[in-house]
């Protein structure tokens, strides 16, 4: 697919611009400053079982699974375009008020899109974003394109992994709503892995305070540790050693490496002693130390074993 867009436009993507492979892609404006641009899909029945979920959490969830592609890039969203495409009848009042808060908490503002009707719930959002300027970048304060932009292939052999948080909260609480939870003193010991399935959270601080960190490398665990944690070994073409998984109260191992949608980001970094001070100098949750990279582009291995094949995956034939 991409070649055959590449060959369409006729070039690939110049020097210090990310097309199509990473978490964002990065472009040139005409000004000649940096734009991130980002977009997801949300569809009932795939993403969000509106049996357990309201039409508020999958307006909610769509605003935070696209800019959570840009907290991966160490960027922060500015405005997006949300299109919506559902049945009649659909509460369109409910969808637009989780719309409306997920903007709220990740500070950007919606300024346009589009409406169709539908077979199911649809919600596609679009993402612009910037890369605010930092201490490290230059005299004048200024960052030039791709300066500092964290991506999936910049990590290198020795550099540290880390996490940003414990993982498998999302995939326990879909487990807790599907199996049904009748007891209050249960539901109550479980209300914050069901928060994590319905209400998940871009790690925008995270990725900005990683950027600005000197990281390396960074994505957002959207299909699982293990699948994405492969991801950037593949971009960057290195070998990963982890060393354990952290996993959520609540949870279990396969769903902190396979369950996937926590938004929890993984990062890569040369500078681990650095990377932590960070994350405490701007009040952040400190990021938990998981492996490293390795020189063996080939290797994938957890706790001396073979890393296993879990995570999400869209089948289509």
């Known amino acids: 697919m991409q070649a055959r867009f590449e060959a369409a436009a006729g070039r690939t993507a110049p020097p210090g611009e990310i097309w199509i492979g990473d978490d964002a892609a990065l472009v040139v404006d005409s000004g000649g400053g940096p734009l991130l641009l980002a977009t ?40 997006l375009l949300v299109s919506v495409a559902a049945p009649p009848g659909t509460d369109l009042d409910g969808l637009g008020a989780g719309v409306a808060e997920a903007t709220t908490a990740t500070g950007c503002v919606v300024v346009g899109g589009d409406l169709s009707t539908a077979p199911v719930v649809m919600v596609s959002v679009a993402a612009v974003g910037s890369i605010p300027p930092g201490p490290e970048v230059g005299g004048e304060n ?7 932009v964290l991506s999936r292939s910049g ?26 939870v009748s007891d209050a003193e249960a539901a109550r010991g479980s209300s914050a892995l069901v928060q994590a399935h319905r209400r998940p959270v871009a790690r925008l601080a995270e990725g900005e305070t990683a950027r600005l ?30 060393d354990h998984v952290p996993v959520a109260m609540g949870a279990t191992e396969d769903e902190a490496l396979g369950g996937g949608e926590d938004y929890e980001l993984i990062l890569a970094t040369a500078d681990p ?10 009040g952040l949750r400190l990021p938990i130390l998981i492996g490293r990279c390795t020189e063996d582009p080939e290797q994938r291995m957890l706790a001396g074993s073979d890393l296993p094949q879990l995570g999400w995956r869209h089948l289509f034939g």
């Not at 990281?215 to 050693?241: F, P, Y």
Request: aromatic residues 2%; charged residues 15%; hydrophobic residues 50%.
């Open 40 to 79: 997801d899909l949300v569809v009932a029945g795939v993403h969000v079982d509106l049996d357990l979920c309201t039409v508020a959490d999958l307006g909610f969830k769509a605003v935070m699974v696209t800019v959570s592609d840009l907290a991966a890039m160490g960027a922060r969203p500015d405005h």
């Open 142 to 148: 200024e960052i030039s394109p791709g300066q500092g």
């Open 155 to 180: 990590a290198r052999a020795g550099d540290s992994l880390f996490v940003t948080g414990p993982l498998g909260s999302s995939s326990a609480g879909l487990r807790i709503l599907q199996a049904g």
């Open 213 to 242: 960190a000197g990281a390396t490398a960074a994505i957002d665990i959207s299909d699982g540790l293990a699948a994405d944690v492969r991801h950037v070994a593949d971009a960057s073409g290195v070998g990963i050693a982890l």
């Open 273 to 282: 002693d650095g990377l932590v001070a960070a994350f405490e100098s701007a």
